[in-house]
């Protein structure tokens, strides 16, 4: 079904077509935080359309629950609301809508909006459902031994830090933090000298469940208010000295980047997909990790994109080069097997959590989400095309990340940029 909008920027728009829709938290002009509705080149200014009447019922109530700068109350109330605006609003950007006067009123253009976090975000759990980054990495570290046996059982994860997650277009500081130099047996504290980013799905917690109560892998979807892409910048030289035995602490923890929309399980389901059969030898999952819907269709096809801009490059106006092209179908865990998983000892999850899926990486290098990949373990360096090269970041470089959703027969959709540029530590060592 391919209705077009009276927004004509919307009718082919590469990221946010009528069939997109996506909720975020926008301010425009210097005023207060407030939720919109990303379409084609503009913003919709959610309380507006509410104050001219033309919302009702769950709708209604959604939009109420934005109030504050903040989705978490909108995404504690589920799906029913989340489908009923996302139909009402439909229904008023759609041709021949009667109200489209009065809804052109609330449009205000992406370009002059700042867009926020969407939520605040109560936890934040990093998963590892990227194989082919599991093994590329474990390769790196034990070359004997890549994978860990529990892999195939355990969808694993580690806790992150919420307090450092920004939206796309903050900068990121290179971090400080204790690395151990090869050949040496005592560690030195200083900027990092392996900055890389790590290409994810970000998904988003609606409803919450109870402490001690899990969720059942039969209604684990009903608990995703939705998605974004996720980068998790990684000290490489920090994590390697860290990260035994306990996991990554603060190689990581010092900034997570996502983009700010949140694209919802509707707009994504033209893009659902069947869970590859398991190559011979797998173990098939748990019975609690389990159901025959979530197998057939519990993936998405979006392809997921990094680019990179040095300063050089900027300079002579080249454009972003690609440094990935993968795909979230290389998922070995689905999201609904993360959030059920995550639930299983009766862990509380809220609305306004993040969970990231690990590093998708495809299994030919054009595909790998991270530069440890693709620079293999940074002795291979990648050339741009300014003539410089790159083992790892550095200042000044800016890492973009794009997903993109292509079916025949559908609007293809974004989910808008995921990007920031990486900075010196400004305060110098000594002061910190
Ligand atoms: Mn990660």
Known sequence: MNQNSWIESANGHPEFPLQNLPLGIFSAGGGARTSGI????YVLDLE???NSGLLDNEAETAVLATRGGSLHKYFDLGRIHRV????????LLTEGSEHAEVVALHLRPMEQCEIHLPSKISDYTDFYVGIEHAVNVGKLFRPDNPLLPNYKYVPIGYHGRASTIRPSGV???RPVGQT????????????????DFELELGVWIGTGNGLGQPIPISSARDHIAGYCLLNDWSARDIQAWEYQPLGPFLSKSFHTTISPWIITAEALEPFRCRVPARP???PAPLDYLSDNQDQAQGLFDIQLEVLITTEAMRKSELPPHRLSLSNTQVMYWTPAQMVTHHAVNGCQLQPGDLLGSGTLSGPHPSQYGSLLELTKGGKEPI????????????DGDEVIMRARCVREGHESIGFGEC???VVAQIQGLGNC
Do not use: C
């Open 280 to 282: 011979d030898g797998d």
């Open 38 to 41: 990303a379409i084609g080149e």
């Open 383 to 394: 050339a741009l095309p300014s003539g410089e090269h790159r083992y790892f970041l550095e």
């Open 84 to 91: 009923a605006l996302r139909n009402q609003v439909m229904a």
């Open 48 to 50: 507006g359309v509410l």
């Open 171 to 173: 900068d990121v500081i």
């Open 419 to 421: 990007k920031a540029k």
């Open 180 to 195: 151990l130099a090869p050949g040496s047996s005592v560690p030195a504290v200083g900027p990092t000298d392996r900055l």
